[in-house]
Structure formats: C-alpha cells, structure tokens
C-alpha cells in the first residue's frame, strides 16, 4: 500500500491537510447537532392532537359589548350554540373553555390518593357542556362519552362544582394507572383530605394540551362535562364542520352569531390549523435556521476540499510528471490523490464525533437540549468520507490526465 | 504606505477573482449568520430601560404550601397573590411603587365605521408611568385620588388614540369599554419596552405594546377576568370575592427607590413583611424573599429563549468554520505570490513591510465580505422579520450591531490572514529569483 509514503509527504506539508481535516470536524460537529435537534423539532411539531381531522375544526372567541346577568348569559350560550349547529355545513358544536394548542387554557393538578404530598400529574383542563368527543372528533379508546344527564350548567362566580366523572386521555390514564383499564377508577383533583373525588368514565386515544407542552404533560387531558357561564361577557366555541367547508362555515357562523344578538358582538375566529401553525412557529423557524446554516457548511466545505485539492495538484505538477513517466499508471495517481484525501478526512471526521460529542455536552449542559443519539455521528461520518471522495475526484482526476511530456519540460 | 497599500489590495480582488469572490463570499454569509442571529438576541436580551434598570425592583414571596415542599426549590410562580400586591403598594417603601396584572377589554368604538374589538392593556397603578418613564402625548396619567376610588379613567396609546379619535385630543372624552363608561385622562406616545419587562407572565415579552392603562383600582372593582396566567394551589372558592382572598398569584409588583443603593432597605422591610405573615399564618413556607432589579428579573425568567442562543452557538460554530476555510484559500491565494514577495524582498522591503501589505490586502477582503455580509444579515433578518409580528419587532437592526458586524467582519478577515500573511513573510528572496 501507498499510505506510508502518502502520510509522510502529509506530514512535510502540515497547513493545508490540517486546515482540511478542521473544516471537516467543525462541519460534522454541527451537522450532527444541527440535524439532530431539526429532527427533535419535527417531532415535537408532528404530535397528534387527538383530532380525527384537524383541518374542519375551528373556535369563535365571543365578547359582547354590554352586561348581562349570569342567567342572561347562560341562556345565550345555549342559544348560540344552537345558532352555530343550524348553519349548514357544521356536525358539530360545542362551547368550550379552551382549545388545544392554543397556548392558553388551564391545568389542574391531579392525584391517585388525596394523601400524597406530591399530586401524580397537571393535567389540561378541556370544560364544556356538549360532547367535545363529537366535537373535535376524539377517538373513544375505553368507556363511553358523557350521558346528557351528565352535562350540568355551572356558574362560574358563585358555586364550585366538581364533577363526579370524566373523560381523560390515554397518556394520562397510562401515567396514573400502567397497565390497567382506568375506567371506573377514582382519581382526586389536587391533594389534601379536601380534594374532591372523580370516577373516570372514559378514555380518549389521544388529546394535546392547550399548550401542547414539549414534555409528556403535552398529552394529559381531562374533558370536564360543565357548562360554565357567568365568568364574563365573552365566549368561547369550538365548531367541526364538513370536509373542505371551514372558510365558507366560518364566515356564515360569524354573521349567524351577530344577527342572533341584540348586542354588538366581538368574534375571532381561529381554525385548529392556524393554532397549530402559531404554537409550533419558533420552532418551525428554528428548523428552517438550522437546515440553511447546515446547506451552506456542506457547500462550504466541499469548495474548502475542493480548492485545496486543486492548489496541491497545481503545486504538485511537476512531481506528478515525473512519477508518470516513470511508469506511474494514471490510476496510480488518482488513487494517490484520493487515498491523501480520505486520510485527510478521516483525519477530521475523528476530530469531528469528538468535537460534535463536546459541542452536544455544551448544549446539554448549558441550554437542556437532548443528548445526541450516536447515530448522527455514524451517519456524518460516513456522509464525509463520501464527499471528501467526490470532491477529491475532479482535482485527482485532472493530476492524472497530466501528461509526463509537458509536466517535466520545464525541470 | 498605508494608502498605497490599500490601493494594492483593491487591486489584487481583481486578481485571481474566482478565488477572491469565493472568499469574501465565504466571509460573508459566516458573517451574516453570526450577525444576524445575535441582533435577535441582543434585542431580545438589551436592557430595555437602562437608565433606571438598577432602581428597579421586583419582590417575590414564596405563599404556596408547605405540602410537598422542599426547601431550597425553585419556585416556578412569578406572581403575587392580591394581598400581597395591596400590601406592597400600602407599605410606602420606595419613592414610587405599583402594581399590575394584564387585562383585555372590548370597546366600542365612538366612531362610525369601526367594528368592536377587544384590545389588550395593562391595569397599574398611577406610579407606573413615573417609573418606567412613559411619554404622554395628551393629557397625563390618573390621580391618585383615581388609584384610590377606582375610577373610570382610561390612558389610551398613541396608536389606539389615533385608531378611534383621528389626530383630535380625546382627554376628557368618553369611550365605552368592557361595557362600562371610561373618561380618557391621556394619551401616551409611542411607548414599547423590549422585553416587556413590567410584566413577563402570560402574553408575549416582545409584542406591539401595551393599547390601553386602567387603575388596578378600577379593573378589580368590575372584577376585570387577568389576560395571562395565575397559579393557584388548592381548591379556590368560586367568586371574585374569594379570588381576591385567595393564595392564588396573578399580580407583579415593582418598586422604584432613589439609589440603587437602597436595595438592602427594600429587602429588609420585605423580609420583615414576610416574617409579619409568616406569624399571621398566611405565609406557611420559610423560603428567602427575592428581590430583582430589572436585568436580574430577565435572567430569573428566562426571557430570552433557549433556541435564540442556541442559534447563536451555531451561527458562530459556522463563522468559525468559513474563516478556517478563507484561511485555506488565503493561503492559495498568497502562495502564487512568492515570485513578488521575493522582488520585493530583494529590493530591500523588510518583512514586517510585506507582513503589513498583506495584512491591509486581507482587511479590504474583510471590509468587502463586511459590507455584502451585512446585506445579506438585512436580508435573513428581513426573512425572519417575516415570519411574525413579535419577531419582526426584535429582528432589526441598530447602531451598535451595525458597529459590531464591521468589527467582526475585519476581525474575522485578519485573523484568518494573520497564518497565510506569516508564511508569506516567510520567503526567502534568494531562492525565488534563482528559480525564475
């Protein structure tokens, strides 16, 4: 083999190889981070809300100029959300008190056993008077959905009403109760002995929090079957329509809500879509940074092996000619060129898995990111390996196309 | 020399120009994606009211349970309950003090034409325009006979004045909001702190600003719902009433003293309120009383996102890995160049003479991949900008980062010049005549 006289011209020649093998752990390092954290991102951003179709479901956010009296106000939920089922189009109503993913709403702690001094879980709070099952289209794992006699009317300022079932998610049913059916279990909201009790009567496949937290608390929901009035003058609706009608449903649901009121009225209108979009935008952004920045380094780095490579064949010429026209074949050559290329970047790639290992302990340590799976090592290095190769190719392949004739006239 | 000097290494660009146009390329994205992903966060982390940061305080008191504590755990509530809020701003400690807690209201609006709309504000006492310097445009903030009563004032924002009354003084007008009658006391001018500092709990740190100031007086009298977050610990009873008695937190406070010096006073009296609940039995844990000034309170609550600086690692990870990469092309560069430096050596020029040359041939390299790195930096910012209105508000940029990028574009083309220029000066004169 060649790699001994290679090594040893390397080592003659030490600024050019070093600042090679440099750029390649430097790009490798934050390539694998890079990557690593984008894919992290994207599954973050790619959760299930729970919801058959995200796309048919919106919120109408309600004010109303003028007072009311609590019963006034009870009275026009009931009527407007008649008003939102009537307008064609819509499956589904429901007055809610939050909406997932729309970072704001929310949590109640819970607990397996009032004594603990540690509640088990903070659970996302969904409360509404309608079936939020039919609603936002949840899939019923275990149990059943509210029965209409289940559904109470609660006001909000004068009474605290606790409810004797609800629905909760499977996430959160799996983290109280592993294992186990959790239907007919009693779980407690809070601690201490004055922490009421509630049965659970049915499990949802999935629904996401309201603020469709990062950790596992992204998943644990409770559904809470009160319709709670008396908090205010504004509203807040949660409408499923038909497929590929939301814009058309929004529109005629907005001036249904204004004509069925005496008041002027105050309507924003979100579709789960948007919320979705708004929730996980710095994340989006932060995706879209780190895939530009890592695009560029690769460019940047084949041009740095690419200019490098030429300079040496350049300088090399005459030394080229002259192992060719002592029988040196043309892919004796290329091969030196690239053997000397690949102990370049197998040079860097080593000092890159060091360099991206440091790097991930750095933003381990210091901003809570996720350890580095070695996969991303493995898979960078070998995505070097392949363009120190492709990049030394062109460059080797002109040093072996010299003729010995011209590149030794001028010695 | 040095002007002649310069003159070479504008003229040498033009040597070699797919070498050179690779190179101040290569400096000019390093330069502008360090640049721009700093500017994020050197908006998002400046001190947004330097000339009183340090006179400033927050107070924080631990009220949750002692179930389930530990003690030395960082508590993640930044609020404060009402009663500790109404005390705060009874105690008389500082010159100014206020209190406050972000509410949203619906209008009607006194022109035609105008659909009702609901607008976010903020619900302080009168001292908080003292203390965090808003400029009034009309009329003046509310007295504090209004603080005490619970008035109907309301203090507009310029652009909210402009929105519903045109370029008409409103003082003294009425406007309809929440459904009740609000007088217009004044109008402030263009008025955002970034972060939004006063209060960092609920809502974005960096949005449009604030639309509307009603006295805190007023909001809680018509039991005004808190447009943000509130912890509560423990089941609270139902009504406005309990609300306000309750353990749950959902205020911030502040306080303004004359010197930053008068730190230690404030903290004492707050350690000696806390003792006087702790005996009252309504604060239950013997957790420390904090005390932050504006810049400590940013870092307490991590304003500044995580991803902002992780973006500013990588950005500067990048910067490292192009000026390794001019480096190399420097060299290139320089390398053909032996033959001149070698005249030049014979003819007597010394070396530090050939060191400077080269060096200033880098600096213009430096400068040109500056200019289009700041180019490029307005467009990724502008990019970013887009993405959405709290970005668009702390992707621009200002004197200082403007200042910094050519700092940082020159200094990063002298220090990749520095080992190409060095082994320039290294070549010996005799040999390179002998060889020509």
Known sequence: MEIRPILSALLRNKTGPILVALQVALSLAILANALHIVNERRAVAARPSGMADEHVVFSMETDKLGNATPEQQLAAIKRETEVLRAVSGVVAAAQVSQMPMSRSGSNTSVALDPRQTQPSAAASVYVSGDSLIKTYGLRLAEGRDFRPEELVDVNDQSENVFPPGVIISRPLAEKLWPGASAIGKTMYFGTGSTAPPTRIVGVVENLISAHAEVSERGMLSVLIPQRLYGGGRGNMYAVRTEPGQRERVIKEAEAALRKSSSTPMIIESTSVDQARKDRYRGDVALQWMLITVSALLLLITCCGIVGMASLWVTQRRKQIGVRRALGARRLDILRYFILENIMITSAGVFGGVALGLALNQLLVSKLEMARLPPGYLIAGAGLFWLIGVVAAYGPAWRAASISPATATRSV | ?436
């Not at chain 2, 903030?141 to 519903?164: H, I, N, Q």
């Not at chain 2, 092309?329 to 070396?351: D, H, N, Q, T, Y």
């Open chain 2, 1 to 436: 020399m040095f002007g002649y000097y310069f003159k070479l290494g504008v003229r040498s660009l033009r040597r070699n120009p797919f070498l050179t146009a690779l190179m101040v390329l290569t400096l000019a994205v390093g330069v502008a994606a360090s640049v721009s992903t700093l500017t994020i966060l050197h908006m998002m982390s400046s001190d947004p009211i330097p000339q009183k940061s340090s006179r400033l305080f927050v107070p924080l008191i631990d009220n949750g349970p002692t179930e389930g504590y530990t003690p030395g755990e960082k508590p993640d509530d930044i609020q404060l309950s009402y009663q500790d809020a109404q005390n705060l701003l009874k105690s008389g400690q500082g010159v100014h003090r206020t209190a406050l807690y972000g509410v949203a209201g619906a209008v009607e609006p006194p022109k035609q034409g105008i659909q009702p709309f609901t607008m976010n504000g903020l619900a302080p006492t009168r001292d908080f325009f003292a203390m965090f310097d808003v400029p009034f445009l009309h009329g003046q903030p509310w007295t504090e006979a209004d603080d005490a009563r619970g008035a109907d004032v309301v203090v507009l924002s310029r652009a909210m004045s402009e929105k519903l009354y045109g370029d008409a003084d409103p003082v003294g007008r009425r406007l309809m909001l929440m459904g009740f009658p609000f007088t217009v006391a004044g109008v402030t001018d263009t008025w955002r702190l970034l972060p939004r500092v006063y209060l960092l709990a609920g809502g974005s740190a960096y949005g449009t600003g604030e639309k509307f100031f009603i006295p805190l007086s007023s909001a809680i009298r018509h039991e005004t719902q808190h447009n943000g977050g509130m912890s509560c610990t423990g089941n609270v009873d139902a009504g406005w009433a309990a609300r306000l008695a309750s353990e749950c937190t959902w205020l911030t406070a502040w306080f303004e003293t004359a010197s930053a010096g008068d730190r230690g006073e404030l903290q004492s009296w707050l350690d000696n309120y806390a003792n006087d609940q702790r005996k009252l039995g309504r604060l239950k844990r013997s957790a420390p009383n904090r005390l932050f000034d504006v810049n400590g309170w940013m870092e307490y609550t991590g304003v500044v996102g995580k991803d902002s600086r992780l973006q500013v690692w990588l950005a500067f990870g990048f910067l490292m890995l192009c000026l390794v990469n001019t480096v190399g092309l420097l060299l290139a560069k320089f390398s053909v160049r032996a033959s001149e430096i070698g005249v030049r050596r014979a003819l007597g020029a010394s070396r530090r003479e050939i060191f400077r040359q080269f060096l200033v041939e880098t600096t213009v390299i430096g400068l040109v991949g500056g200019v289009l790195g700041l180019g490029f930096a307005f467009g990724a910012l502008a990019l970013i900008g887009m993405s959405s209105k709290s970005m668009a508000t702390v992707a621009t940029m200002d004197w200082e980062m403007l200042g910094l990028t050519f700092v940082i574009s020159v200094s990063a083309a002298i220090l990749a010049g520095l080992l190409p220029t060095w082994r320039a000066c290294q070549v010996t004169p005799a040999i390179q005549l002998k060889s020509q």
